[in-house]
């Protein structure tokens, strides 16, 4: 268990649809990250957020949104979904910025099935 | 295509055989992580490679980091059932980059008893 806690676990949705992801960090642990894992792209970095502020961008798509709540929690939001979203997404947090090697842990994923 | 190249993708052998697996890139990278994920669960962090020619070991497990920094292998010696997995190389392109790791797609490890 790495102490990172990401709901749902499974979400089965439809083409258009919107829905959020949640994920609640390791005690005391600033960052959170998002990642996307697909067959055909491997696992992408998606978005970080640090003490609730944006930090890094990788390949988020426009129809994706995140955002740090005061008490550290995140969520990451999905809209105007397509067959292609189809993923497992994780969720990871650390200590630091990520900036000074510090380990990150990752939750254990929310599969998301859009059909 | 992927910046970073695992290889094989996929590796199927008997327990107490050796193997090597190979993360292999046209870039530098800063430092270059190796992960293992086990089925319905995250990444688990096992080594961080920061210099050129770097060899880290954990008990069976040996990592590598090229000279030049551009590739990382993974030596297993005497593998078990429990080294089972998808075993994944992230690099950080710049110093201090590991809040924007880029990821190989893996090598998918099967050990049987």
């Known amino acids: 268990d790495s102490g990172v806690t990401q709901t749902p676990k499974h979400l089965i949705t439809a083409t258009g649809q919107r829905v959020t992801l949640r994920c609640s960090p390791r005690?005391?642990?600033?960052?959170v990250y998002w990642y996307q894992q697909s067959l055909d792209q491997g696992l992408q970095f998606l978005i970080q957020y640090y003490n609730g502020e944006e930090r890094a961008k990788g390949n988020i798509l426009e129809r994706f949104s995140a955002q740090q709540f005061p008490d550290l929690h995140s969520e990451l939001n999905l809209s105007s979904l397509e067959l292609g979203d189809s993923a497992l997404y994780f969720c990871?947090?650390?200590?630091?910025?990520?900036?000074?090697?510090?380990?990150?842990?990752f939750g254990e994923g929310s599969w998301l099935t859009v059909v | 295509t992927q910046l970073l190249e695992q290889s094989p993708q996929f590796l199927s052998i008997q327990e107490g055989e050796n193997l090597t697996v190979y993360c292999n890139s046209s870039?530098?990278?800063?430092?270059l992580q190796w992960y293992r994920q086990e089925p319905g669960e995250g990444p688990v962090l096992l080594v961080t490679v920061v210099t050129g020619g770097e060899v880290k070991k954990l008990k069976r497990l040996t990592f590598q980091f090229g000279d030049a920094r551009k590739d990382s292998s993974l030596h297993i010696t005497a593998a078990q059932p429990g080294d089972t997995g998808l075993y994944l190389c992230a690099g950080a392109l710049v110093p201090g980059g590991y809040n924007k790791l880029i990821f190989g797609a893996g090598t998918r490890l099967a050990v049987h008893p």
């Open positions: 870039s530098v990278f800063s430092s």
């Open positions: 005690s005391g642990d600033l960052s």
């Open positions: 990871a947090s650390s200590v630091g910025s990520g900036q000074q090697g510090n380990t990150i842990y």
